[in-house]
């Protein structure tokens, strides 16, 4: 089980007492509160006469000037934002005996306060709802500004006096942890319960990391517990699937198991599209006006012999989705099989050539499958809508359309989705291309030719130089040497090589600056590039097919070592 992230209070700020001033400004007016990587106090601005927070830079950071940097660079981002349901940043104070960032004060508890109170230690499904309409007009209006909380928990979430949802720390907490990592190790002290899985390993964060972190804090909320609480969490967060909850409505979980989707391409894509399936969950009228003391009213009647299957069970989240999803299939399978046999040749032979000219003749389908193909066709063009036209897997526009004319390949209208589908997958590969995704627009391009193996159009793309693997080079600074991944990043620039990120070297999301010897990994497959980027380097470079670099995007990796100045660009001088 995961510990409690628990470290001691500074010295400095244990020492601060009520009423005491901070810069002959700031009055104390509280006990410090934990805030996730720092300390805050609630304090009387006796410039501007009102209270606000001080939420101070931890002691080590404020002395190492380029972890305060981290903190300061991320402290110009959020300070712009300016939201009803983001608590407000004022300034930054670094040049006195204290670090601190001024916040707006926020009355009220957090939601991990409010948990904790209630004998049931949850949230009603209605109560989550407008809870995460809330938090989500916060985070698109963020998103929209290019910056995300990447700490969203019920713990950074306030219930206010007035009774509005407000996000605290909105994208600092997670700056001054990695401002830590630099001066010491915070492994012990970090909280990941809510993580997303690429926030766990390392990766970069987007988006979808956010509606990770929002799906895991729904959970939370209606589960009383979050969805990894026990065992490995770190190994369950990336590779396990989370449980329904009880006792909320199919709906829900469908949002919550989509939201907490490992890929990041398999959850929702924005806030807009989260919030619209937040909208329709919820239990039909019929469930909600069912007395909850119905069934003590039967417990004198004789006891009915227990059905293995019984409507209550299929409702059950941990049933329903195996037998909704074998049941489909069922079905499928018993009317494409009519449907082969209602479209068996007739006695006559008719000639290759006639058929070929001669316009295809509707097909007779009984009321369920007319049903079928009308509700392929409408996820279909949803999944258009969403931009899902090839992925993610068995839950995407083509697929849907290939089981759609599978029963009636005759119908007009899916015709001219498949045309019109075609088009829109044409044009994301070259989209994809000219922002420099090769190996993403190799695989849409792979699953389109499967649906439309003979199109020229797809095959000259096929055959198209961009089609082939590209470079895309990541750096990673492994000594703790300043500068050289950026050095470096302009002498493999000026040769011609994409150079998408220079970083610090994260290992399971932890610098490692204690890398010995320099080298160099890559996806296999572009051989050439390869081979002109070894020769600069003047190291080999180790190709593996399961490859993944530090940064999603990358397909070759350079990690510099303490043996960085025999590299070539380093001691040609």
């Not at 001054?176 to 001066?183: E, F, K, M, S, Y």
């Not at 003590?296 to 999803?325: E, G, T, V």
């Not at 090769?438 to 792979?446: F, K, S």
């Amino acid at each position: 089980m995961e510990k409690a992230p628990n470290f001691a209070i500074d010295p400095l700020l244990k020492a601060l007492r009520l009423g005491e001033r901070v810069d002959d400004r700031f009055e104390i007016l509280s006990k410090p509160v934990r805030r996730s990587h720092s300390f805050a106090f609630k304090v009387a601005d006796l410039k501007d006469g009102i209270s606000k927070v001080l939420l101070f830079i931890p002691t080590p950071v404020r002395q190492d000037a380029e972890a305060l940097k981290i903190v300061k660079e991320q402290f110009q981002l959020v300070r712009i934002l300016n939201h009803t349901n983001i608590a407000r940043f004022y300034e930054m104070h670094a040049d006195g005996k204290f670090a601190f960032i001024e916040m707006e004060y926020v009355p009220g508890n957090t939601l991990k306060t409010i948990k904790s109170k209630r004998s049931s230690g949850k949230f009603s499904e209605e109560e989550v709802k407008w809870i995460g309409e809330q938090i989500l007009d916060a985070l698109e209006y963020s998103h929209n500004q290019n910056i995300l909380h990447r700490d969203l928990k019920p713990a950074n979430i306030v219930l206010t006096s007035e009774r509005k949802i407000k996000l605290i720390d909105f994208g600092i907490s997670e700056p001054i942890r990695q401002a830590l990592t630099l001066v010491r190790d915070t492994s012990a002290i970090t909280s990941i319960l809510h993580w997303s899985p690429e926030q766990v390993s390392g990766k970069r964060l987007s988006i979808r990391s956010d509606i990770y972190s929002l799906g895991a804090t729904l959970y939370d909320l209606l589960n009383g517990n979050p969805p990894f609480l026990t065992g490995d969490v770190y190994n369950c967060i990336l590779h396990k699937a989370p449980e329904p909850v009880a006792d909320v409505s199919p709906q829900m979980n469908d949002l919550l198991l989509k939201a907490l989707a490992k890929n990041p391409d398999d959850r929702f894509q924005t806030c807009a599209e989260m919030r619209r399936a937040l909208q329709t969950t919820g239990f039909p009228k019929l469930h909600s006006t069912v007395s909850r003391k119905e069934p003590r009213q039967r417990q004198n009647k004789p006891r009915k012999k227990k059905k293995f299957f019984s409507a209550d069970s299929l409702l059950r989240p941990n049933l329903r989705y195996p037998l909704i999803s074998a049941l489909l299939i069922v079905l499928i399978a018993v009317f494409l099989s009519k449907f082969n046999v209602s479209r068996s040749p007739k006695p006559e032979p008719v000639a290759d050539s006639a058929k070929t000219s001669a316009p295809l003749k509707p097909v007779a389908l009984d009321s369920f499958q007319v049903k079928m193909v009308s509700a392929l066709l409408s996820q279909a063009q949803e999944q258009i809508q969403k931009g899902h036209l090839v992925l993610p897997k068995d839950n995407n526009a083509l697929t849907l359309l290939d089981q759609a004319l599978k029963i009636d390949s005759t119908n007009i209208g899916l015709q001219s989705l498949k045309k019109a589908l075609k088009d829109r997958i044409v044009e994301k590969i070259r989209n994809l291309q000219k922002q420099g995704k090769h190996n993403r627009a190799a695989d849409v391009l792979t699953a389109a030719l499967r649906f439309y193996p003979q199109d020229s159009v797809l095959l000259k793309l096929k055959k198209s130089p961009k089609a082939r693997q590209h470079l895309l080079v990541e750096i990673l600074n492994g000594c703790g040497k300043k500068g050289i991944a950026a050095q470096l990043q302009r002498y493999l620039q000026m040769r011609g090589f994409n150079v998408i990120s220079s970083e610090n070297y994260r290992p399971h999301g932890k610098i490692d600056w204690n890398v010995s010897q320099s080298k160099c990994l890559a996806l296999a497959g572009a051989s050439d590039s390869l081979k002109i980027l070894g020769n600069l380097l003047g190291v080999p470079v180790h190709t593996a097919r399961n490859y993944h670099g530090q940064t999603s995007e990358a397909t070759a990796t350079i990690i510099l070592g303490a043996d960085f100045a025999s590299l070539k660009p380093f001691n040609s001088k």
